[in-house]
């Protein structure tokens, strides 16, 4: 994948990666207190 680091200008030291969470949780689930913060689109994409 070190194509993306030239198409995107990227460094040598990153990599383009994507987390996608699909489903829904059980039922008896916890979520962390910091995790119900949602960041903005802005802080945490970057589009070119």
């Not at 949780?25 to 913060?37: R, Y």
Request: charged share 20%; aromatic share 8%; hydrophobic share 40%.
């Amino acid at each position: 994948m070190s194509f993306l680091n030239k198409v995107c200008n990227r460094g040598e030291n990153e990599r383009a990666y994507m987390l996608l969470i699909a489903g829904y949780p059980a039922d008896n689930a916890t979520i962390p207190t910091h995790a119900q913060t949602k960041k903005s689109l802005a802080d945490i994409a970057t589009f070119l």
